[in-house]
């Protein structure tokens, strides 16, 4: 049985700085921590920029050779970003699957889709071609490719956009990974796709204790499918909670615009999440919160300093000195 409740994957102060194309630095991601237990399913949210992406590449070890990282990503206990590069690849390649936002990045043009399904599985999992084959066409009969069997042999310029997202979902399902982690992954799929996929991962938790990130601008995905919830701005989590205590109280004034936004009657589901007035910064301000700018709650000590990560219960935190219950400023 799945040892449920122990976390998986550790994430301890992440921090990345990348290079813009003119040059100017970006702080993408600063000091991110959080924790995924064996058949939890940890949702991401936060609007375009906010650096989702570029926190699961830097766990990853995958950002540009010109990005500047630290921290600390314990994967069962091991420190991957310490690893050498050989063996921080197999270590993910056996135990992380990953579906990254832009599938055509993960898949390569000249060699076909089973071929690139099968190497892993007879890499990691020791399976003969017969029994590879097998399991790939079973994985793609599992996200909804017809005629399975038949396309094996086909070549990523052969699918459609929707049907290589759901290849590369299946890519990442191949070698029954302990985490599984998702760029967005459904959100070039439509409905009845989506809802099969989700199924799909859900079973998987349950069966297998895998454990899941799942980034999405979706919060009515993140009501089906995730236990917990981070809310990332500007290269922070500024609250962290179970699904229920963010759905129904959430207390950072961004997370607040979030759910009222996608609440509010007669409007369309948001695809982009951007209901609060204004933009995020691609840079963090020297000083203060970096959602004072757009924030109607902002009380002077926004303007001195950033907030912490303040604890408010048991895994749960939210980095903002106002409390909604009182309209005032937090205790301690
Ligand atoms: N390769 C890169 N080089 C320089 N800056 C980058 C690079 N990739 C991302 N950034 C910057 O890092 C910040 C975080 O980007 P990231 O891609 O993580 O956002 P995101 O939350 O995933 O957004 P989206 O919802 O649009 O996918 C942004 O300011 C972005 O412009
Ligand atoms: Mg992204």
Not at 203 to 230: F, S, Y
Not at 272 to 301: D, K
Request: glycine residues 10%.
């Amino acid at each position: 049985m799945p040892d449920r409740g122990r976390p998986v994957l550790e994430v301890r102060g992440l921090e990345a700085t990348l290079t813009g194309r003119s040059g100017a630095r970006v702080q993408a991601v600063r000091g991110v921590d959080f924790a995924v237990a064996s058949g939890e399913c940890l949702g991401v949210v936060g609007e375009s920029g906010s650096g989702k992406t570029v926190t699961l590449l830097a766990l990853l070890g995958l950002l540009p050779e010109t990005a500047h990282w630290s921290g600390e990503v314990r994967f069962e206990g091991r420190d991957l970003l310490a690893l050498p590069d050989p063996v921080r690849r197999r270590a993910r390649g056996a135990g992380l699957g990953v579906v990254f936002q832009e599938p055509l990045s993960a898949l390569n043009p000249v060699f076909s889709i089973g071929y690139q399904m099968m190497e892993p599985m007879r890499a990691h999992l020791g399976l003969t071609r017969r029994a590879a084959a097998a399991r790939a066409a079973e994985l793609l009969e599992l996200v909804g490719i017809p005629e399975p069997g038949a396309r094996l042999g086909d070549f990523p310029h052969q699918f459609s956009g929707g049907q290589l997202q759901r290849i590369t979902i299946a890519m990442a399902l191949a070698c029954d990974p302990r985490v599984l982690i998702a760029d967005e992954p459904t959100t070039a799929l439509d409905v009845t796709v989506q809802a099969q996929i989700l199924a799909l991962i859900r079973r998987l938790r349950a069966e297998l204790g895998m454990a899941v990130i799942w980034v999405t601008h979706d919060l009515g995905v993140v009501a089906t499918l995730a236990d917990r919830v981070l809310v990332m701005y500007a290269g922070r989590v500024i609250e962290q909670a179970t699904t229920a205590e963010l759905l129904g109280d959430p207390q950072h004034p961004y997370t607040r615009g979030l759910l009222a936004a996608a609440l509010a009657p007669r409007a369309p589901r948001p695809r982009r999440l951007r209901p609060i007035p204004g933009h995020p910064p691609a840079v963090a301000p020297a000083r203060g919160c970096s959602f004072r700018p757009r924030c109607a709650e902002a009380l002077a000590q926004c303007a001195a300093r950033e907030p912490p990560r303040i604890v408010i219960g048991p895994r749960r935190d939210v980095a903002c000195f106002w409390d909604p219950a009182t309209g005032g400023a937090r205790d301690g």
